[in-house]
């Protein structure tokens, strides 16, 4: 946390520490990079304006699944990328209801042709799934 990579070359990782201009290398043969991420001000001045009650996600502008900023009426503040979160219906919050759809015969299983049925069903619900 609060470290910066401020380059990778091709045996060492340049590094630097926040509130620090000494620059540091560590040597490495393999370079695997997780970051989390952060908002931009940019990014949060806009939440801000839009509303946080619409605009709830600190990530990012939250967006419906067409990139439409959440809160704007008219739809014309669209974001994609690092600036964006995607809204999405969780199916973990709806798996039981869909499950029951599909079980037509209430064998609390589902064949491979009801498990078809289901996924061209909810493709358009859950696209995050069904890739």
Known sequence: MNTFVKAVKQREVIIQYKGSNEQISIPCS?????????????????????GLNYQSNRMGILTDRYLRAKGIDDGSIFAIGDCATIEQTKLVDR????????????????????FKTLV?????????VFI
Request: glycine residues 4%; negative net charge; without cysteine.
């Open 30 to 50: 393999v370079v695997v990079w997780a970051t989390g991420i952060k908002a931009r001000p940019l990014t949060n001045r806009i939440r801000e304006i839009i």
């Open 95 to 114: 798996i039981q209801l869909l499950f029951e759809e599909v079980d037509t015969q209430h064998r609390g299983a589902l064949d491979l042709q009801q």
């Open 120 to 128: 061209e069903q909810k493709i358009n619900d859950f696209p995050q």
